[in-house]
Nanobody, 123 residues
Framework: QVQLVESGGGLVEPGGSLRLSCTTS????????IGWFRQAPGKEREVVSV????????YYGDSLRDRFTMSRDSAKNTVYLQMHGGEPEDTAVYYC????????????????WGQGTQVTVST
């Protein structure tokens, strides 16, 4: 059974840092394309980063590369998303998602999803 479980969300002050984790079961993170998406209130879900299985390259959403870093630990079957310099615009529910191959940075291409974790950037 495929499962993705996010953790690490919470409240962070503007300029602060936060690390999210996504622990998986039912597959190994090295064998799939896996990424992070986020959805802010009233907005569509958007990609943050995707670890592409085909070439091992991490794709980042527009303007996010400088402040977000995605990493992978195959031994722990876990991927991470490190946020630096948090901005109020980063407030959203962050989701981990996976699929067998990389078809693009859009949520419709990902079959497996976690339940999400809330990140709030505020004073």
């Amino acid at each position: 059974q495929v499962q993705l479980v996010e953790s690490g969300g919470g409240l962070v002050e503007p300029g602060g840092s936060l690390r999210l984790s996504c622990t998986t079961s039912g597959f190994n993170v090295a064998d799939v394309t896996i990424g992070w998406f986020r959805q802010a209130p009233g907005k569509e879900r958007e990609v943050v980063s995707v670890f592409k299985k085909e070439d091992g390259v991490v794709y980042y959403g527009d303007s996010l590369r400088d402040r977000f870093t995605m990493s992978r630990d195959s031994a722990k079957n876990t991927v991470y998303l490190q946020m630096h310099g948090g901005e109020p615009e980063d407030t959203a529910v962050y989701y981990c998602a996976a699929d067998k191959t990389y078809s693009g940075p859009y949520d419709r291409f990902y079959a497996y999803w976690g339940q999400g974790t809330q990140v709030t950037v505020s004073t």
